[in-house]
């Protein structure tokens, strides 16, 4: 299959113009990890200079809603500080009163975080499923979100909100429903497109969704063409959005990275890889990725030096955490490499390549039951996880 022969065309100014818009909205909701994509996406464009009419366009923009009074403002301004500083209860306590749509998102996402937090912190101590109490929490917002709905007082980013709790109360078809209905709102809003990614189970579903017609859409499908194992379909899109005008997104070339890498174009993968890091050199996504890449082709040089660099960087990142202990695995140090899939584990639970790798490290030791927990547990968690599946072959 030729996997550069999708065309797609790009209204380059155009995108840059929504950008510039949505990256004001997601920044101010404290929404990072779409704030640092589209910023990424932005800075791929960066050579097509702005024209006039972009400019006048983005600054012509109308405020969507007013942030309300003074009171509301201070108040807003104070839950975000706590917000930054990851006392999301005590954000929350403080933007309650907020009605607001900027308000009433910063204090239900406060308190979908915190639920998030106590969860992940009871199963890295205690190995437990989330208990009771924090699927409550998840229980009451929902009820809280759905009066809203009903009044039709959600905006995109508090209908992401609420399609994610319902996700996460297994509520699958209505949040589905849900994310779309954000997505039509708001096109560019990177985190909705994630969250129904990972409901798209198959290929069949991912065609029966009514989705809007935008370049996002592009990135979405191939996406989800990754997770699930499309690996060819996913590399003509990418192709045809780099020939498109995004050649120098680092996002499109990781996801090709690891297009590759589950293709096992080992030496295509790795050439990517390389020109990451030479592009953005403190970069710690996807490096886990590279380093599997590094272990299975041995080169232990450029693993144990990938592992110096990842720890100068952030030596508590779940990356790091990988890339260190893929390269103790590889000089057969099973237990310290146990250690550190168990450390990238305590800091991100939901971790599942961590936990794969871990489960490879109890059969070496020959721990063939803790081994097939860690790949049961992966498996529950994503049943398109096909390395866990292979495992527990």
Same mark, same amino acid.
């Given at each position: 299959?030729?996997?550069?022969n ?10 840059k113009r929504? %950008?510039?818009r949505?990256l004001?909205?997601t920044? #101010?909701?404290?929404l $990072?990890?779409t +704030?640092?994509w589209?910023?990424? !996406?932005n800075f791929?464009?960066r050579i097509?200079p702005?024209n006039?009419d972009?400019?006048?366009?983005t600054?012509?923009?109308?405020e969507k ?7 509301d403002?201070?108040?807003?301004c104070l839950?975000?500080?706590y917000?930054h500083l990851k ?5 929350a306590?403080?933007?309650k009163?907020?009605?607001s749509?900027r308000?009433r998102?910063?204090?239900?996402y406060c308190?979908?975080l915190?639920?998030?937090?106590k969860?992940?912190?009871d ?8 208990d009771?109490n ?25 209908l992401y %909100?609420y399609?994610v709790v319902?996700?996460?109360? #297994?509520i699958?078809? $209505?949040a589905? +429903?849900v994310l779309i209905?954000? !997505?039509t709102?708001?096109?560019l809003?990177w985190?909705s497109?994630q969250?129904l990614?990972?409901?798209v189970t198959?290929?069949?579903k ?15 499908t191939a996406?989800t063409?990754l997770e699930?194992?499309?690996n ?5 899109i ?6 498109a005008?995004l050649?120098?997104?680092?996002y499109?070339?990781a996801?090709i990275a ?11 993968a790795l050439?990517?890889?390389?020109n990451?890091s030479?592009?953005d050199?403190y970069?710690l ?9 590094l ?7 450029e693993?144990a ?10 030596k508590y ?15 057969s140090?099973?237990?310290?490499a ?5 450390r990238?584990?305590k800091?991100?639970p939901g971790y599942?390549?961590?936990?794969t790798?871990?489960g490879?490290?109890?059969?070496e030791?020959k721990n063939t039951?803790?081994a097939i927990?860690?790949y ?12 866990a599946?292979?495992g527990?072959?």
């Amino acid at each position: 299959m030729d996997s550069s022969n999708l065309e797609i065309v790009l209204d380059v100014h155009s995108m840059k113009r929504e %950008i510039t818009r949505v990256l004001k909205e997601t920044s #101010s909701r404290g929404l $990072l990890n779409t +704030t640092k994509w589209l910023a990424e !996406i932005n800075f791929a464009l960066r050579i097509y200079p702005e024209n006039t009419d972009t400019m006048m366009s983005t600054s012509s923009i109308p405020e969507k809603e007013s942030t309300g009074s003074p009171e509301d403002k201070d108040a807003f301004c104070l839950a975000k500080s706590y917000f930054h500083l990851k006392e999301y209860d005590r954000a929350a306590f403080f933007s309650k009163p907020l009605t607001s749509h900027r308000g009433r998102f910063l204090h239900f996402y406060c308190r979908y975080l915190s639920s998030e937090k106590k969860r992940l912190d009871d199963m890295a101590e205690n190995s437990n499923n989330p208990d009771d109490n924090q699927m409550g929490v998840l229980r009451q917002m929902r009820a809280e979100l759905e009066k809203l709905h009903q009044r039709d007082e959600l905006d995109a980013y508090l209908l992401y %909100i609420y399609g994610v709790v319902l996700r996460k109360l #297994s509520i699958s078809e $209505l949040a589905i +429903t849900v994310l779309i209905q954000s !997505i039509t709102k708001e096109p560019l809003h990177w985190g909705s497109w994630q969250e129904l990614s990972t409901m798209v189970t198959t290929r069949e579903k991912l065609y029966s969704l009514q989705l809007p017609d935008t370049w996002i859409r592009h990135l979405f499908t191939a996406h989800t063409y990754l997770e699930l194992q499309q690996n060819e379909e996913a590399l003509q899109i990418y192709f045809g959005l780099s020939s498109a005008g995004l050649q120098n997104s680092t996002y499109i070339m990781a996801q090709i990275a690891i297009a590759f890498h589950n293709l096992r174009r080992v030496e295509e993968a790795l050439e990517y890889f390389k020109n990451l890091s030479e592009i953005d050199p403190y970069r710690l996504d996807n490096m886990d990725v590279y380093s599997n890449m590094l272990y299975v082709t041995e080169k232990r040089v450029e693993l144990a030096h990938l592992a110096h660099k990842t720890n100068q960087i952030d030596k508590y990142r779940t990356e790091t955490c990988c890339v260190i202990g893929n390269y103790y695995s590889h000089s057969s140090q099973h237990e310290k490499a146990a250690q550190y899939f168990q450390r990238a584990l305590k800091l991100n639970p939901g971790y599942l390549s961590a936990l794969t790798l871990l489960g490879h490290e109890y059969m070496e030791m020959k721990n063939t039951n803790a081994a097939i927990e860690c790949y049961r547990t992966s498996v529950d968690i994503d049943g398109k996880d096909f390395r866990a599946w292979y495992g527990l072959g």
